[in-house]
């Protein structure tokens, strides 16, 4: 993979997370940020624009999302995700109440998310900052992102 190809990855795996907390350190110091936005300019570098109006570049900052380990879901989290399924719509309060236990059960038991899962259930994990692999990418591991 080239340099320019991986901080395309990296600009897609933050505009996943739009909203989420980021801590960035440049020639100042060290601060965290709200993330609102990812731009690649024309030489592959990453843009990253930030709710108070910044923005930082790849090449001269070091920026890393503060994300959740899978292990931190909750119960109400999980009954939030089970309550937004379509499903849902025509389950009774118990169904959704045991559907979610068995949710919260399930993934505080893994370590991580298998890469052919749902795309619609990734997503709505990654909505509440839980981070997960992408596109076979460790982001930790990466350096992308902190725990």
């Known amino acids: 993979m080239t340099p320019q190809e991986k901080q395309q990855l990296k600009a897609r795996f933050f505009g996943m997370h739009l909203g989420c907390k980021m801590q960035a350190v440049n020639s100042i110091g060290q601060g965290e940020y709200v993330l609102s936005g990812t731009s690649t300019l ?35 989290e999980c009954r939030q995700i089970v309550d937004s ?42 909505s509440i900052n839980i981070c997960l692999p992408f596109m076979g990418i460790d982001p930790v591991a990466e350096n992308w992102a902190i725990l």
């Open 42 to 76: 024309n030489e592959g570098a990453l843009m990253l624009f930030t709710e108070d109006g910044g923005s930082f570049s790849s090449d001269v900052t070091e920026c890393k999302l503060i994300l959740r380990p899978l292990s931190s879901i909750t119960i109400t």
């Open 85 to 126: 399924l379509p499903e849902a719509k025509t389950s009774s309060i118990h169904e959704i109440e045991e559907a979610a236990l068995i949710f919260y059960n399930e993934l505080t038991s893994i370590d991580s998310i298998h890469q052919d899962s749902p795309f619609e259930f990734v997503d709505r994990l990654r």
